[in-house]
């Protein structure tokens, strides 16, 4: 079973940055993964995916501020964040497919069937 383990959240200042990684077992054949949020009473949403290691979307509201990276040496997905605003405050999960799908098929409606446990991003103004 694939596991996905996120870390790097934290409180930061308006302005401030992140890095969230996302550590994910070898066994792993997904070539579509990314970064979703989910923030009080609020709907989850996508953030950033990638396929086959290359950026396939971002939120545009995270655009030019997040970018998402694979390193495949370390089996880890990175979210590097950047100028967080308050707004960017919520609990963030990163996600995967179960296995191979084509590129058409990882966007945000893309039913991901693997998702870490979460990890807290605040940000404060």
């Known amino acids: 079973q694939v596991q996905l383990v996120e870390s790097g959240g934290g409180s930061v200042q308006d302005g401030g940055s992140l890095r969230l990684s996302c550590a994910y077992s070898?066994?792993?054949?997904?070539?579509?993964m990314g970064w979703f949020r989910q923030a009080p009473g609020k709907k989850r949403e996508a953030v950033a995916l990638t396929y086959g290691g290359t950026p396939a979307y971002y939120r545009e509201s995270v655009r030019d501020r997040f970018t998402i990276s694979l390193d495949y040496a370390k089996n880890t997905l990175f979210l590097q964040m950047q100028t967080l605003k308050p707004e960017d405050t919520a609990m963030y999960y990163c996600?995967?497919?179960?296995?191979?799908?084509?590129?058409?098929?990882?966007?945000?409606?893309?039913?991901?069937?693997?998702w870490g446990q979460g990890t807290q991003v605040t940000v404060s103004s």
């Open positions: 996600a995967a497919t179960t296995g191979w799908v084509s590129s058409n098929r990882c966007s945000p409606t893309t039913v991901f069937g693997i």
């Open positions: 070898q066994s792993s054949n997904a070539n579509c």
